[in-house]
């Protein structure tokens, strides 16, 4: 019998790191990546993280302890009260800034090329914003809090069209325009 007894106590005390376990990781989820809020000092949009090893930790006990990591209205005002925290515990998902960026893609096509954009993979290669100066800008190049601002003003453009650009505007050098060489460089147009 102590051997049963032992093994159903392992597999008990298995079972309870596993829930434990999946409990972290679903918080950490949650509650990593840049958000935007609206600060409440000065009703304006800031960016900021959550401290979300903190947050999964607080998961398992069921108890609310989300505090910021950091935030672009920092150092001076590193004391606030974190009130903007009651935002992202109400709609932790709708503030996320790869969110927020996923639902403008909807229905758009590419401003260079026209090919519409379809789910964004947003582990994989991503698509850029284009800005009005003709400029195409990575993602995490964005300021959080002057997310809605840029979104207000740019086009999508794909990530194969914002390689292309970036390439030809950081690598001059090694760019050749075959432009007018037609479908069949060397021998002209196929008529």
């Known amino acids: 019998m102590p051997v049963q007894s032992s093994v159903t106590l392992v597999v008990i005390a298995a079972l309870v ?13 949650k509650y990593r990546g840049r958000r935007v809020i609206t600060c409440p000092a000065n009703e304006k949009p800031a960016g900021v993280r959550v401290d979300a090893r903190s947050a999964a930790l607080a998961g398992l006990g069921r108890w609310s302890n989300l505090r910021l990591s950091s935030c672009t209205r920092w150092p001076e ?16 998902e709708d503030c996320l800034v790869r969110n927020i960026l996923t639902k403008w893609y909807e229905g758009k096509t ?32 964005i300021p959080a809090d002057k997310l809605h601002e840029m979104l207000a003003v740019a086009s999508p453009i794909c990530f194969a069209c914002h390689t292309a650009a970036s390439l030809v505007r950081e690598h001059p050098e090694v760019v050749v325009d075959r432009s007018n060489c037609g479908p069949y460089p060397g021998r002209g147009s196929k008529v």
């Open 17 to 29: 790191a596993l829930v434990a376990l999946v409990s972290l990781v679903r918080g950490w989820l």
């Open 77 to 92: 005002m590193a004391n606030c009260g974190q009130e903007c925290l009651s935002q992202i515990a109400a709609a932790p």
């Open 110 to 141: 590419c401003a260079a090329c026209g090919k519409p954009f379809g789910e964004i993979d947003v582990a994989g290669a991503k698509p850029a914003v284009l800005q009005p100066d003709g400029v195409s800008v990575e993602w995490g190049a």
